[in-house]
């Protein structure tokens, strides 16, 4: 069956260091998706992706980065972790109005 | 530009009573509307969409939700509710051909026995 995974469930990293979170899906969408979720927030779009080699920056962009070098990847970079950076990240994935989202990944940044 | 509202934080409401769980928007061009549902430390749970056709849209669990676009809302409700219903429920609206959801703040449900 076709799958959203996000990797890894749970990240401690300290401030300053970079952090790489990993989407894979087997959906073979060309949308796909990152957003993080605080309290009171509600899910924020960080950055999106229509397709291989196209990257753009959703609402809450700063200090993260994503490439787009295949179909089934988009993993999420943060530059120099910070702890306003702390939150739950969710990956998402979409075709024809029919969403799926990973499981997400829960980062602490120390 | 794309927005949401949620108007409510928290919704209480007696176990077998109906419920509302309020959602407002604005989009550009023809909306498409989604209601989500996350239980504590969990992902999002899909419960229903509007796209195209019947304005009012049955989903999971007894779940329904009517498309207003004069009023641009699409508020979810059921009948009678279940404590198990006890969650945290997003509204997300898109629109155009942007394919990018957009997230209400989330309400609280809390359903009482």
């Known amino acids: 069956d076709a799958e959203i995974t996000q990797s890894p469930r749970h990240k401690i990293t300290e401030t300053g260091r970079q952090v790489t979170l990993a989407c894979h899906q087997t959906w073979n969408h060309n949308n796909m998706f990152w957003y993080r979720q605080d309290l009171g927030h509600g899910l924020r779009l960080i950055h999106y992706s229509y397709g291989v080699q196209d990257t753009n920056k959703g609402e809450v962009s700063d200090g993260y980065s994503v490439s787009r070098s295949n179909t089934e990847d988009l993993p999420l970079t943060l530059e120099s972790a910070a702890s306003s950076q702390t939150s739950v990240y969710f990956c998402?994935?979409?075709?024809?109005?029919?969403?799926?989202f990973g499981s997400g990944t829960r980062l602490t940044v120390v | 530009a794309q927005s949401v509202a949620q108007p409510e934080d928290q919704v209480n409401v007696a176990e077998g009573n109906p419920l509302t769980v309020k959602c407002t928007y604005s989009?550009?061009?023809?909306?498409?509307l989604f209601w989500y549902v996350q239980y504590p430390n969990r992902g999002l749970q899909f419960l229903l969409k509007?796209?195209?056709?019947?304005?009012l849209v049955k989903g999971s669990y007894g779940f329904e939700a009517e498309f207003n676009k004069s009023q641009t809302s699409f508020h979810l409700k059921k009948p009678s509710a279940l404590v198990s219903d006890s969650a945290l429920y997003f509204c997300?609206?898109?629109?155009?051909?942007?394919?990018?959801?957009?997230f209400g703040q989330g309400t609280t449900l809390q359903v009482k026995p």
């Open positions: 997300a609206p898109g629109g155009g051909n942007t394919g990018k959801l957009i």
């Open positions: 998402a994935s979409s075709a024809n109005y029919g969403y799926t």
């Open positions: 509007y796209i195209t056709g019947d304005n």
């Open positions: 989009v550009s061009g023809n909306p498409y």
